[in-house]
C-alpha cells in the first residue's frame, strides 16, 4: 500500500530516523516521550532500595538506577512530575513502601542530575528530611548535594546507607526537587 510518497511505513520510519540522526533538534524531541506512573512504579520495582546499615549496591541496582535515570533524562518534564506524584501517592502504599519509594524516587534524582559534591551551603538544596549523619559534608565544610552518592570517573557509589528519616510526616517532594534540579543544574551524561 502506498503512503504518500513513501511506498511503506518502514522506508517512512527509517527516513524518520535518519533526520532523527542528522538533526539534534530533531533527535531531543523524538526522544522525548511520556512517563507515566505506571512506567516509573515498574523501572523503581526493579532498583534496589537505599541500603539500610550499608553502602553495599549490587551491580544489576546500579545499572537499573542509571536505566531508569536515562529514561526520566528524555521524558517529557511535566509527566515526570506527574508520575512521581502519582506514584508517591499511590493507594495503599505501607510506611515501609513510601519510604522506600521515596529513597529510589531521591537516588534517582542524584544519577539523573549532575549535582556538585562541593556546594556552598547557600546553594543546598532539599525536599526531605533525611537523616544524615553528617555524612554530606565534607572536610572542607562544602555540602555535597549528590549525597548520598559520589561520583568517581563517571560510576556512582554510596557514600551512606539510608538511616531514616528526621520527620516522618513530611515526605520527600520528588516532584518539586525535580523542578528546581531542571531550572539550576545539568543532566548527568550517562
Request: charged share 20%; net charge positive.
Amino acid at each position: 500500500m502506498k503512503t504518500g510518497t513513501f511506498t511503506s511505513w518502514g522506508s517512512a520510519l527509517a527516513l524518520a530516523g535518519y533526520f532523527a540522526a542528522a538533526s539534534p533538534c530533531t533527535a531531543a524531541h523524538a526522544a522525548q516521550h511520556w512517563m507515566d506512573a505506571p512506567e516509573l512504579a515498574k523501572l523503581l520495582r526493579r532498583m534496589d532500595a537505599w541500603p539500610v546499615g550499608s553502602v553495599q549496591y549490587t551491580a544489576e541496582g546500579w545499572n537499573n538506577l542509571i536505566a531508569a535515570a536515562k529514561v526520566l533524562q528524555r521524558s517529557d518534564p511535566q509527566s515526570v512530575r506527574i508520575a512521581m506524584r502519582d506514584c508517591q501517592q499511590a493507594a495503599g502504599l505501607s510506611f515501609v513502601d513510601q519510604i522506600t519509594t521515596d529513597g529510589k524516587l531521591f537516588l534517582l534524582m542524584r544519577a539523573a542530575f549532575e549535582l556538585p559534591e562541593r556546594a556552598t551551603v547557600s546553594q543546598a538544596v532539599t525536599y526531605t528530611g533525611w537523616k544524615t549523619g553528617g555524612t554530606e559534608l565534607n572536610g572542607d565544610l562544602t555540602i555535597n548535594l549528590s549525597w548520598p552518592l559520589a561520583w568517581n570517573g563517571g560510576h556512582p557509589q554510596l557514600v551512606a546507607s539510608f538511616d531514616g528519616a528526621r520527620d516522618y510526616r513530611a515526605r520527600y517532594d520528588a516532584a518539586r526537587e525535580f523542578t528546581v534540579f531542571l531550572n539550576r543544574f545539568p543532566m548527568r551524561r550517562l
